[in-house]
């Protein structure tokens, strides 16, 4: 048996996320590197059309609806300055209201205009008709507002499809690599890693990766190209009011950079528990009927609800942490509109600076604070997927069981005579406490070998190190003459077939169940292994036959049936050697029998390896080993091993 009956909790791996994991996606990314660039295109059009869009503003308001200033020499030290509007009398509704207010008129080197102080002798209409060029003017301004919004919105819709495209196309090779990985990683990793934990890896985290990827990446291209654009268009408008705004962005920094100090641990916390809350859930609905047998919902419900407060506190821990953050953000962005508002006014009072101008720079100083308070959000989702990319290429970085070779259709080795030899092998699954020691055990060639011994003395572990699930520490096991460790793994399964103690079906129908040893099988085929397994019986007793649909580990079957489905698995698998690891010990006496006629018929003509608990079981194989501590102290038949009185005597006596 194992000595470590736990699992490894989940370590921190390092005091900060390394960014560099990032880097690592790339050979995903690569096969859409087209699709990537394209979107960054759609973005620069994003950025420039919203930065378009004030300065449309600014033009409309200057050009078209505040008069322009005209200094105008009064003879005293300083010019006076007056706001005029200049009129044509091309037009004869303008010329006729010239004409019938000669006084409110100027005439200066041929250009006819009004001040503005003079429009409130007009009346509405008659502003109207005056203004109509600037009216025209800013129906053209409103036009072309509307062509920039609309424009940016086809751009953002093409844009966004590509990357959420694009995303979903790179998390689907990512989680399929997981997954295949998974599949190869070796037996004691799954026995170190509770299920929960794993299926949070392949789905949650690879979900966190898809919204950086969609979400970050979008951030830092378009907000990045936003915020180098609104500098550069604020600095040519007027560069003493841009300095003026840009005074709160040390503040902004250092307050970001505290932000991230302060909740990268919360992040990380929060994925550690999120994991152990799903192991932990996983593991209470796997043993509900333990649970409810020893009474011990509440006991479970308490250590459920201690690893639930213990997230509650993280996530508590990284809301104070926001909660700080984006009010201080909103306090900055507020105080950078007071400094444009107080500075561009005064400026616009003394006739420095046009009110149009001064409005521009308030919606650019707005769109400026926008993707900083997207920061939140946007670092929120980066230390999401850095904690899922830790995790992730964590179980990218273990090492697999070997090379995934295709496996010869038959087992390819120099003796024929032999299928399985053990030369001294030693094993332990925690160093200091051995398993197996000095075992020397042969199988030949269509012969059964049973192995007996009590709880713990290594019987199933002999199987273990044959499928290679583990390798020997000492000594080595050779596969017809050859050392399978010399083999690769798929070569050496594929003429193996296990029927285990409690076998495991997947969810499916029955006669998928049955196929998984042979996916290929024909219908024929089919009916004589369902024939010599005896499954008839259980398929005609059930609705719909071979085609019942069993749920996750089989459902409502008994022992027995299983252990028939696992024996016709086994047979459709044509093997050429059997393991069967204590087959028959959870079931009754009369489904035994049904079950040995069923094994009967699976070890005729195979070598076979029996760990047996029932030593009735064991005495029908051709020879017994008994284990005792980790070693082989007797060989021989039944009536052999029963003669010498020895180890497997007394053990027979107890059972009888």
């Known amino acids: 048996m194992k000595g470590d009956f736990g699992y490894v909790e989940e370590r921190d791996l390092g005091k900060t996320y390394d960014i560099r994991l990032l880097r690592r996606i790339g050979p995903f990314i690569k096969p859409y590197g087209w699709h990537l660039c394209g979107a960054v295109l759609f973005i620069l059009a994003i950025t420039l059309l919203e930065l378009a869009v004030p300065y449309v503003t600014k033009t409309a308001i200057d050009r078209y609806i505040v008069p322009k200033t005209d200094h105008t020499e009064t003879g005293l030290t300083e010019p006076a300055r007056t706001r005029k509007i200049q009129v044509s009398r091309a037009d004869p509704d303008v010329a006729e209201l010239i004409d019938r207010y000669p006084g409110l008129f100027t005439q200066n080197k041929g250009q006819t205009t009004i001040a503005i102080t003079h429009l409130d002798q007009l009346q509405p209409p008659e502003l109207l008709t005056l203004r109509k060029k600037d009216l025209d003017g ?266 995934a070779m295709l496996a010869p259709a038959r087992l390819v080795g120099v003796d024929n005579e032999t299928m399985v030899q053990f030369q001294g092998v030693s094993f332990h699954y925690t160093p200091g406490k051995p398993v197996l020691q000095n075992i020397h055990l042969t199988i030949a060639n269509g012969e059964t070998v049973a192995v007996v011994g009590s709880t713990g003395s290594g019987k199933t572990t002999l199987i273990n190190l044959i499928l290679r699930f583990y390798n020997p520490v000492e000594g080595r096991i050779l596969l017809k003459g050859r050392d399978i460790q010399t083999l690769p793994e798929k070569a050496v399964r594929r003429g193996m077939a296990l029927v285990a103690q409690d076998p495991y079906l997947f969810s499916g129908t029955l006669e998928e169940n049955i196929r998984f040893g042979n996916p290929a099988m024909s219908p024929d085929d089919l009916e004589r292994i369902v024939t010599a397994a005896n499954c008839r019986h259980l398929a005609a007793s059930i609705p719909r036959g071979l085609q019942y649909q069993l749920s996750e580990g089989g459902g409502r079957l008994s022992s027995g049936e299983k252990q028939l489905i696992a024996i016709a698995r086994a047979l459709a698998r044509a093997p050429e050697l059997i393991m069967l690891d204590e087959a028959t010990s959870h079931i009754d006496s009369e489904t035994e029998q049904i079950v040995n006629d069923a094994v009967s018929r699976l070890l005729k003509g195979r070598a076979a390896l029996v760990v047996a608990h029932r030593l009735s079981t064991a005495r029908q194989a051709d020879r017994i080993a008994v284990l005792h501590r980790g070693r082989i102290v007797e060989t021989g038949s039944h009536d052999e091993l029963m003669i010498r009185k020895g180890f497997y005597y007394h053990l027979y006596q107890l059972q009888a």
């Open 138 to 403: 800013l129906l053209r301004m409103t036009g072309l507002f509307l062509l920039l919004v609309l424009g940016s919105f086809g751009c953002n819709y093409i844009q966004l499809m590509v990357m959420e495209l694009t995303g979903q196309k790179v998390m689907h090779d990512l989680r399929m690599a997981l997954f295949d990985h998974l599949a190869h990683l070796h037996v004691d990793y799954f026995s170190q890693n509770p299920t929960g934990r794993l299926v949070t890896r392949v789905t949650n985290d690879v979900q966190n990766m898809s919204e950086f990827f969609t979400s970050f990446v979008v951030f830092l291209f378009k907000d990045l190209f936003l915020l180098i654009g609104i500098c550069a268009v604020m600095l040519s408008l007027n560069w003493r009011l841009a300095l003026v705004a840009f005074a709160v962005v040390p503040l902004v920094m250092l307050v970001s950079v505290l932000f991230a100090a302060q909740v990268r641990e919360a992040y990380r916390t929060l994925r550690i528990k999120v994991a152990e809350i799903n192991a932990r859930f996983a593991e209470s609905v796997t043993g509900m009927r333990v649970i409810q047998l020893f009474g011990q919902e509440q006991a479970n419900s308490r250590r459920f609800h201690t690893l639930n407060h213990e997230n509650y506190r993280a996530g508590i821990r990284q809301i104070h942490v926001f909660a700080l953050f984006m009010p201080a953000i909103e306090v900055l962005s507020a105080t950078a509109l007071a400094l444009i508002i107080y500075a561009g006014g005064r400026q616009v009072l003394g006739n420095q600076l046009t009110l149009g101008l001064l409005v521009a720079f308030i919606a650019y100083i707005r769109m400026f604070f926008r993707p900083i308070r997207d920061i939140a959000e946007k670092y929120n989702i980066m230390q999401n997927a850095l904690a899922s990319a830790e995790r992730i290429f964590q179980i990218l970085d273990t090492p697999r069981e070997g090379p």
